[in-house]
């Protein structure tokens, strides 16, 4: 299995100001995933993250509003920028670990 | 992408009781992972059942690949099984695409 830590738990922002979310893993992965849950909604996939190569993203998803981070095979860091009201989402780093999709606890972001 | 619909939407349940979750997929799948997120949003992986039927305790799940569906089984319901689940599939990638969810409250 895999431990993966997020860091902040939850924030409240300004709109306007941009906020970064930490992913770390207790072992080294290849990808490291990043979705968004909007509230009462299901996960969409925001943008796979793979170690030394910009981050694929999804359709409806862009690198200037969601720059993403890979510097190593355990950590990630993705970045919610220029935050709107919208954006308020619970915002979840996984990873695949022998086959299993494993999740950290997400970040719950509202903006004011 | 491969779609992804669960049935019921909602499902209300007395503590003891059985029930079953459907998990429909428009293509054939090489990944079909059921989840539990509790009321507290944590997210955990209940079974990775790409096809055949796999029993965890009083939870157990059956993906018949040929006809595009996946069942979860919950016996003996308990207040703590309350909560969202969550289908997800994906069709030769790596990318888990995931269903609306089936919201189960367990009252005692």
């Known amino acids: 299995s895999a431990v993966i830590s997020q860091k902040p738990s939850r924030d409240i922002c300004q709109r306007g100001t941009s906020l970064t979310i930490q992913c770390q893993v207790d072992?080294?992965?290849?990808?490291m995933f990043w979705y968004r849950q909007q509230p009462g909604q299901s996960l969409t996939l925001i943008a796979t993250?793979?170690?030394?190569?910009?981050?694929?993203?999804e359709s409806g998803f862009v690198i200037d509003k969601f720059p993403i981070s890979r510097p190593n095979l355990t950590f990630s860091t993705l970045t919610v920028s220029n935050m709107s009201p919208e954006d308020s989402s619970i915002y979840l780093c996984s990873v695949e670990k022998d086959e299993v999709q494993h999740f950290g606890d997400g970040t719950r972001l509202s903006i004011l | 992408g491969i779609q992804v619909e669960q049935s019921p939407p909602d499902l209300i349940l007395q503590e003891g009781a059985n029930s079953t979750l459907r998990c429909n997929f428009s293509d054939s799948v090489n990944n079909l992972q059921w989840f539990h997120q509790n009321p507290w949003g944590q997210l955990i992986n209940l079974f990775y059942?790409?096809?055949g039927t796999k029993q965890n305790g009083r939870l157990s799940a059956t993906t018949v690949a040929t006809e595009r569906y996946s069942l979860l089984y919950i016996s003996s319901s308990q207040t703590t099984d309350s909560g969202v689940y969550f289908c997800a599939a994906a069709s030769n990638d790596y990318k888990l695409s995931f269903g609306a969810g089936t919201t189960v409250t367990v009252r005692a």
């Open positions: 072992s080294q992965v290849t990808m």
């Open positions: 059942i790409p096809s």
């Open positions: 993250a793979n170690q030394g190569s910009e981050a694929t993203y």
